[in-house]
Every structure is written in structure tokens, then in C-alpha cells.
């Protein structure tokens, strides 16, 4: 089983971070063909207590008691963090345990269509939610969505969670040349990107191996020119 706890590391984005795992196999809502995990074991929307919530709060609190520098805690692992279903209690103790200590959600947006989960997912400092494709069939294409999921849906659940969280908001965007780097798919991304007012846009590409050897890195000179389109909202390539 893999550990709860990751880390510390240093990220590239975060600082030293320390990576809080909820799950013992890839259990998603998405099969991102880019994912540096691995197939998705589990597609799902369920959430449930996939480790048992009061085994992550008892590690937590053995390891944060040595008060470790750590620039955040960060909730990510190898599946999607939101579907846990125990990760607000986990948050809300932290924040009131740990007050001393800085939280980052990493999503891949598709559970925040929940409005009753944005109270307790708002109190993280920094949310870093994904969005690849605004196009249905770009999205199926690249994200290989659980069944039902809409772009739709989770564009306006990023926009009204974006409306109650007074923290920092990164929305990453992956891309793959000839997907979603078209100009129909690029115009569509903005306007989504424009609706939901992120402090910034981070434009990400292949650095690792991704789940298919189709999936390249995408050229930098590429990257530059979409983080241009995007002008003027803030984006930055990372």
C-alpha cells in the first residue's frame, strides 16, 4: 500500500512540501492520458473514506508534532483528493491543530460541481485545479472522464467555487500539440479561464512519461505562443 505521507519534497511550484496521499491504488475520476501515475485503477465518482480518515488525521499528527519546515501541506497522491470522502475533516483539523502550516489542494476540478464541499475545500490557502479541454470531445480525448462528467458542469463548479474562496486560485492547464492547442479549443479555454478568474494560469506540458508514448512534450516555442494567447491574464509556463 502506498504511504500516506510524501515527502517532504522540494516542488518545483510549492516549495518544500509535504504530500498527503488518500488513496492505495489510482482511484480517479479521470484517466488522463498524461498521467505520470499510471492507468487509473478505479474510475469513479464515489466518495468514500478510501483510507480510513481517522488513520491520516493519527499520521498527520505524529509526523507534524517534530514541527517540520514545510512551505505546505499538499493534497495530491496518486488519485484524485476530493473524492476522499473524509478531506474536509482532515483539513479542518489541520487548520485548527496545525494553524501554523499553509494547505494546498491539488484537483482535477471535476468535484467541485459539489457546492456543499466548497465551505471546507476554500479553507485551503492555494487551490490548484486543472482544466485541459472546454470541448466535450477534446475532454473525452484527453481526460477520459468517469461517464456523465460535462465540461460544462465543472467549468461553472470552478466558477462558483472561485466566487467563495477568498485564497489563491493556480488553474493548470496541460497541453497536447494538435488537442487542445487548436485555435477553436485556445479561444474556448480563454473565455472559460476569463469566467473563472484564476490569480494565474499555469501552462504545463509533458515532463515526465506520461500513460501513452504518443503524448509528447510539447516545443517550448509553442508553450510561449499560447501563454501570449492568453494575454492579458496572468499565465506562466511551468
Not at 510549492?14 to 474510475?43: H, M, Q, W
Not at 465540461?151 to 470552478?158: E, F, K, N, V
Not at 472561485?162 to 492547442?181: A, C, H, P, T, Y
Not at 479561444?187 to 503524448?215: H, T
Amino acid at each position: 500500500m502506498p504511504s500516506i505521507l510524501v515527502g517532504p519534497i522540494h516542488s518545483r511550484r510549492l516549495g518544500r512540501s509535504l504530500g498527503i496521499n488518500l488513496f492505495p491504488d489510482k482511484i480517479c475520476s479521470l484517466d488522463c492520458v498524461y498521467c505520470e501515475a499510471g492507468k487509473t485503477a478505479n474510475l469513479t465518482t464515489e466518495r468514500k473514506p478510501y483510507t480510513p480518515t481517522d488513520v491520516v488525521i493519527a499520521e498527520l499528527s505524529r509526523f507534524l508534532q517534530a514541527s517540520p519546515k514545510l512551505d505546505y501541506i499538499t493534497f495530491s497522491g496518486i488519485g484524485e483528493p476530493v473524492l476522499h470522502s473524509g478531506i474536509g475533516e482532515i483539513i479542518r483539523y489541520i487548520k485548527q491543530n496545525w494553524p501554523q502550516y499553509k494547505l494546498c489542494l491539488i484537483t482535477n476540478s471535476t468535484l467541485l460541481t459539489d457546492e456543499g464541499l466548497h465551505d471546507d475545500l476554500a479553507l485551503c490557502d492555494l487551490t490548484m485545479p486543472s482544466l485541459d479541454a472546454v470541448s466535450d470531445d477534446v475532454f473525452q480525448k484527453i481526460d477520459r472522464p468517469f461517464r456523465d462528467l460535462r465540461t460544462s458542469d465543472i467549468i461553472d463548479g470552478l466558477t462558483r467555487f472561485r466566487k467563495k474562496s477568498v485564497n489563491q486560485m493556480w488553474l493548470e492547464i496541460f497541453f497536447i500539440e494538435g488537442l487542445n492547442d487548436t485555435a477553436d479549443e485556445l479561444a474556448l479555454l480563454k473565455q472559460a479561464c476569463e469566467k473563472i478568474s484564476p490569480d494565474k494560469i499555469q501552462i504545463n506540458s509533458l515532463d515526465r512519461r506520461g500513460l501513452f508514448d504518443w503524448v509528447k512534450k510539447m516545443p517550448e516555442k509553442r508553450l510561449h505562443e499560447i501563454k501570449d494567447f492568453f494575454k492579458p491574464l496572468i499565465a506562466e509556463i511551468v
